[in-house]
């Protein structure tokens, strides 16, 4: 009876539990598989997918816990435990940037996005750090690369680019006359830590006019500690003779507080097809980065400064003299104008830089309410250089210094576990001024715009197998431009009719407008993410709608674009875009074997796009003409990606992507649309993961479905006037380019303090035209290219 009763007075003192949800310090989500060990032998816990954790039959008195996870700093709590106790527990959440360790984040997954979200980091933010932004785009499934000549690039998501594409860059939208084919994007990957491309209600926040997606540029993440690392890079590369190399340094305090410095320098001389040098092709690009702030958790603040300068030199081969060049220049099987390999780059080339000042802060009103605040002020310059006569050709052709000022400002709070919300404010002031001194017709006038948007985002999310979210924005512009017009073209576009009362000043052959333009437009977008817990496939549904204004290229351009070796005439009667999109997205992201099929439709209203409208020959040379027009356009497609895991040594990959877009005004098949392509990789990496290979292939088959414009004009061949015809249009036939590399790890397991990496592109050298070059009528695009990178990180 005695040892009955005193093993029940026993099981009274030790039968209390405790229990609690984990979630993370900065924003509440809960934190998975966090371990709590206690005082008591053999008692302990893991939270599980939601952050709750049980530990049962504890005995009453002073608890002593211990929190630890891989990716958060262990804490110690002391409770009084005389009852059954519910303690939740706030970890900082972190991942170790000095030591390039790759960590999973257990934390609960993200669902907020309806829309399959892409993201490149790591490994492949490394290879790319040579090329362009939209040459590392190209490692996602459904993005292409609309170029001109070999240097110049910018990204096309599912058959949209310029305007329709938004980039940014610490929260603010890149500001820097995006609206040119040649105008790349003016920032080094090597200032950020990874690229990522969202659409739907993620991107409404920064603008409502990006059909095609935005891209995502995030900065290096800086850990709350004392530390003091770096990393440097360097590229060396065979085609043009050049490389680049690029440095980082970040001093950090357990305090939050931190600075950061950035450079990089970027040298290439004239690139070369396979049979010979592309003259005037080479390139100089230098960056300049700071960052200085303090981030803790209930505030914080962070003030920034970046200097982006570059030179690109022109293929001289595409500026023809007269209608006669410009035929023997499509037909001959070399450029006309070759030469030996240099580094100098004459005219015709563009110089600019792009600066950026910004300041950002955030404070907390509770711990699931956060503000934040951006102000950011750039500068653009552009500068193009055409060959002209009587020395000239060293004062640029068009001069361009665009000023722009932004401001954001946004709430997000949450309601319980399951709602979240976001709502701001942005608000744009723009000035460009086209310098008259270049003594040529400005291609782009001087312009005022005022932009200002609201938008508000939410989320629902009760667990990890549904979401749905939802969000609406809206947009003012106001233009006000000062543009001269020839008398001839203001009466043969009819804009005496429609604009009389624009005209501020009369010279007799020329007209003085003062165009205002006023556009109001609307973003929204509704999505619903279900997935399948048994058999683990997601499935996504989403509607985008969005509208955009016409640029100032599509509304205002009239004469010689330089760069493009084009005469661009832009169109006054331009509406806003209207485009409603349906993507479907369905997947299996676990276990050996994931895929992902991506198929979407698009219907616009009133889309821009620009067409060749036939030749002119000027006193500066013969120059096919372009003029912007809009249509309806239906625009299906898809994107598929499979990943196979053999084993822990190979990997096999494939990303194949279709698009369809037809004119629905016309009947015709829109014009620079990316054919069908397919990309597949195959990934070796040795046992001790000291080595990896890579073997990649590229089909990009040849685009059937085109507009016909082929053009007719007289051309005097002996003493006899004769019709000639240009074709502007067919497509170059399909090709298949291999590369391949080689990285070598050396240093301790997976601290990765030095990178030795071979890389070779197209390395049969394999000669091709490029369907989305335009400048793909006067040569063939670059060969075999090998590159040795080094990476050092300390």
Same mark, same amino acid.
């Given at each position: 009876?005695?040892?009955?009763?005193?093993?029940?007075?026993?099981?009274?003192?030790?039968?209390?539990?405790?229990?609690?949800?984990?979630?993370?310090?900065?924003?509440?989500?809960?934190?998975?598989?966090?371990?709590?060990?206690?005082?008591?032998?053999?008692?302990?816990?893991?939270?599980?997918?939601?952050?709750?954790?049980?530990?049962?039959?504890?005995?009453?008195?002073?608890?002593?816990?211990?929190?630890?996870?891989?990716?958060?700093?262990?804490?110690?709590?002391?409770?009084?435990?005389?009852?059954?106790?519910?303690?939740?527990?706030?970890?900082?959440?972190?991942?170790?940037?000095?030591?390039?360790?790759?960590?999973?984040?257990?934390?609960?997954?993200? /669902?907020?996005?309806?829309?399959?979200?892409?993201?490149?980091?790591?490994?492949?933010?490394?290879?790319?750090?040579?090329?362009?932004?939209?040459?590392?785009?190209?490692?996602?499934?459904?993005?292409?690369?609309?170029?001109?000549?070999?240097?110049?690039?910018?990204?096309?998501?599912?058959?949209?680019?310029?305007?329709?594409?938004?980039?940014?860059?610490?929260?603010?939208?890149?500001?820097?006359?995006?609206?040119?084919?040649?105008?790349?994007?003016? /920032?080094?990957?090597?200032?950020?830590?990874?690229?990522?491309?969202?659409?739907?209600?993620?991107?409404?926040?920064?603008?409502?006019?990006?059909?095609?997606?935005?891209? /995502?540029?995030?900065?290096?993440?800086?850990?709350?500690?004392?530390?003091?690392?770096?990393?440097?890079?360097?590229?060396?590369?065979?085609?043009?003779?050049?490389?680049?190399?690029?440095?980082?340094?970040?001093?950090?305090?357990?305090?939050?507080?931190?600075?950061?410095?950035?450079?990089?320098?970027?040298?290439?001389?004239?690139?070369?097809?396979?049979?010979?040098?592309?003259?005037?092709?080479?390139?100089?690009?230098?960056?300049?980065?700071?960052?200085?702030?303090?981030?803790?958790?209930?505030?914080?603040?962070?003030?920034?400064?970046?200097?982006?300068?570059?030179?690109?030199?022109?293929?001289?081969?595409?500026?023809?003299?007269?209608?006669?060049?410009?035929?023997?220049?499509?037909?001959?099987?070399?450029?006309?104008?070759?030469?030996?390999?240099?580094?100098?780059?004459?005219?015709?080339?563009?110089?600019?830089?792009?600066?950026?000042?910004?300041?950002?802060?955030?404070?907390?009103?509770?711990?699931?309410?956060?503000?934040?605040?951006?102000?950011?002020?750039?500068?653009?310059?552009?500068?193009?250089?055409?060959?002209?006569?009587?020395?000239?050709?060293?004062?640029?052709?068009?001069?361009?210094?665009?000023?722009?000022?932004?401001?954001?400002?946004?709430?997000?709070?949450?309601?319980?576990?399951?709602?979240?919300?976001?709502?701001?404010?942005?608000?744009?002031?723009?000035?460009?001024?086209?310098?008259?001194?270049?003594?040529?017709?400005?291609?782009?006038?001087?312009?005022?715009?005022?932009?200002?948007?609201?938008?508000?985002?939410?989320?629902?999310?009760?667990?990890?197998?549904?979401?749905?979210?939802?969000?609406?924005?809206?947009?003012?512009?106001?233009?006000?431009?000062?543009?001269?017009?020839?008398?001839?073209?203001?009466?043969?576009?009819?804009?005496?009719?429609?604009?009389?009362?624009?005209?501020?000043?009369?010279?007799?052959?020329?007209?003085?407008?003062?165009?205002?333009?006023?556009?109001?437009?609307?973003?929204?977008?509704?999505?619903?993410?279900?997935?399948?817990?048994?058999?683990?496939?997601?499935?996504?549904?989403?509607?985008?709608?969005?509208?955009?204004?016409?640029?100032?290229?599509?509304?205002?351009?009239?004469?010689?674009?330089?760069?493009?070796?084009?005469?661009?005439?832009?169109?006054?009667?331009?509406?806003?875009?209207?485009?409603?999109?349906?993507?479907?997205?369905?997947?299996?992201?676990?276990?050996?074997?994931?895929?992902?099929?991506?198929?979407?439709?698009?219907?616009?209203?009133?889309?821009?796009?620009?067409?060749?409208?036939?030749?002119?020959?000027?006193?500066?040379?013969?120059?096919?003409?372009?003029?912007?027009?809009?249509?309806?356009?239906?625009?299906?497609?898809?994107?598929?990606?499979?990943?196979?895991?053999?084993?822990?040594?190979?990997?096999?990959?494939?990303?194949?992507?279709?698009?369809?877009?037809?004119?629905?005004?016309?009947?015709?098949?829109?014009?620079?649309?990316?054919?069908?392509?397919?990309?597949?990789?195959?990934?070796?990496?040795?046992?001790?993961?000291?080595?990896?290979?890579?073997?990649?292939?590229?089909?990009?088959?040849?685009?059937?479905?085109?507009?016909?414009?082929?053009?007719?004009?007289?051309?005097?061949?002996?003493?006899?006037?004769?019709?000639?015809?240009?074709?502007?249009?067919?497509?170059?036939?399909?090709?298949?380019?291999?590369?391949?590399?080689?990285?070598?790890?050396?240093?301790?397991?997976?601290?990765?303090?030095?990178?030795?990496?071979?890389?070779?592109?197209?390395?049969?050298?394999?000669?091709?035209?490029?369907?989305?070059?335009?400048?793909?009528?006067?040569?063939?695009?670059?060969?075999?290219?090998?590159?040795?990178?080094?990476?050092?990180?300390?």
């Amino acid at each position: 009876m005695f040892f009955f009763i005193a093993q029940s007075l026993s099981g009274q003192q030790c039968g209390f539990t405790l229990s609690g949800k984990i979630t993370d310090l900065h924003d509440g989500t809960p934190i998975v598989d966090a371990l709590v060990m206690t005082n008591q032998e053999g008692k302990f816990a893991q939270s599980d997918e939601d952050g709750n954790y049980f530990i049962r039959n504890l005995c009453a008195g002073k608890i002593t816990l211990q929190i630890s996870h891989v990716a958060c700093e262990t804490q110690t709590k002391s409770i009084a435990l005389n009852s059954h106790f519910y303690f939740n527990i706030d970890l900082e959440h972190h991942i170790n940037s000095l030591d390039e360790i790759v960590v999973v984040d257990h934390r609960k997954k993200e /669902l907020s996005e309806s829309v399959q979200q892409f993201q490149i980091e790591g490994a492949d933010m490394e290879r790319s750090s040579g090329e362009s932004l939209a040459t590392a785009l190209e490692r996602i499934s459904g993005v292409s690369t609309l170029k001109t000549g070999n240097a110049i690039a910018k990204p096309i998501i599912h058959g949209m680019f310029g305007s329709r594409v938004g980039i940014v860059n610490n929260g603010i939208r890149l500001q820097d006359q995006e609206w040119g084919a040649d105008h790349a994007p003016s /920032l080094d990957i090597n200032a950020f830590e990874s690229i990522q491309l969202i659409k739907g209600a993620a991107a409404l926040k920064y603008g409502g006019d990006t059909a095609g997606g935005t891209i /995502l540029l995030s900065p290096f993440s800086i850990p709350v500690k004392d530390t003091l690392y770096g990393r440097s890079l360097m590229n060396a590369a065979t085609n043009g003779r050049g490389g680049n190399v690029a440095t980082q340094l970040t001093r950090a305090y357990v305090s939050g507080f931190f600075m950061k410095f950035q450079g990089s320098y970027q040298q290439f001389g004239d690139f070369h097809a396979p049979d010979y040098e592309l003259l005037n092709t080479g390139l100089k690009a230098a960056n300049l980065s700071m960052r200085l702030g303090l981030h803790r958790f209930n505030s914080g603040w962070e003030i920034g400064f970046s200097r982006y300068q570059n030179t690109q030199g022109i293929l001289r081969a595409s500026h023809i003299g007269n209608l006669e060049d410009l035929l023997n220049a499509l037909e001959a099987p070399v450029p006309l104008r070759t030469a030996p390999f240099s580094y100098a780059i004459g005219a015709p080339k563009q110089e600019g830089f792009h600066q950026n000042l910004y300041a950002s802060g955030y404070f907390r009103l509770t711990t699931t309410t956060k503000i934040n605040l951006d102000y950011s002020f750039q500068t653009n310059n552009r500068q193009e250089f055409d060959i002209r006569r009587s020395g000239l050709s060293d004062l640029p052709a068009i001069d361009m210094m665009l000023k722009t000022h932004s401001w954001n400002a946004s709430i997000a709070w949450k309601e319980g576990m399951n709602w979240s919300f976001e709502a701001g404010l942005n608000a744009v002031l723009q000035d460009n001024f086209s310098d008259p001194a270049t003594g040529v017709k400005r291609l782009i006038p001087d312009y005022l715009k005022y932009q200002a948007g609201s938008y508000f985002v939410s989320t629902y999310k009760p667990n990890n197998q549904l979401a749905v979210n939802a969000g609406i924005r809206l947009d003012v512009q106001l233009w006000d431009a000062q543009k001269y017009y020839n008398r001839s073209d203001w009466l043969d576009q009819g804009y005496d009719q429609d604009y009389a009362q624009s005209v501020v000043l009369d010279l007799s052959s020329q007209l003085l407008a003062n165009i205002e333009k006023r556009f109001l437009t609307t973003a929204a977008h509704a999505g619903l993410l279900l997935i399948s817990k048994e058999k683990e496939i997601s499935n996504r549904f989403s509607y985008v709608h969005t509208q955009r204004a016409p640029n100032a290229s599509e509304l205002f351009s009239d004469g010689l674009h330089h760069s493009l070796a084009t005469v661009e005439y832009g169109n006054l009667r331009l509406n806003k875009e209207i485009s409603h999109k349906l993507i479907f997205d369905v997947g299996r992201d676990k276990n050996t074997f994931r895929w992902n099929i991506a198929p979407y439709f698009a219907y616009t209203t009133d889309f821009i796009f620009i067409a060749p409208q036939g030749l002119i020959q000027t006193v500066r040379g013969a120059f096919p003409v372009w003029k912007y027009e809009a249509t309806d356009t239906r625009i299906f497609g898809g994107d598929t990606s499979i990943e196979w895991q053999f084993n822990k040594h190979f990997r096999l990959t494939n990303d194949t992507a279709y698009i369809h877009a037809q004119d629905l005004n016309s009947q015709t098949p829109l014009i620079s649309i990316p054919p069908f392509n397919s990309k597949t990789q195959l990934v070796a990496v040795t046992p001790n993961q000291k080595w990896e290979w890579r073997l990649s292939h590229l089909w990009v088959a040849q685009q059937h479905r085109f507009p016909d414009d082929r053009f007719d004009f007289p051309l005097l061949v002996n003493g006899q006037i004769q019709t000639q015809q240009i074709d502007l249009s067919t497509p170059p036939k399909g090709y298949q380019l291999f590369s391949m590399d080689i990285s070598i790890f050396l240093g301790k397991l997976h601290s990765k303090n030095f990178i030795v990496r071979m890389m070779g592109n197209n390395i049969f050298n394999t000669a091709y035209i490029d369907y989305l070059n335009r400048l793909r009528y006067y040569s063939f695009e670059k060969g075999r290219n090998f590159h040795l990178q080094l990476i050092f990180n300390y």
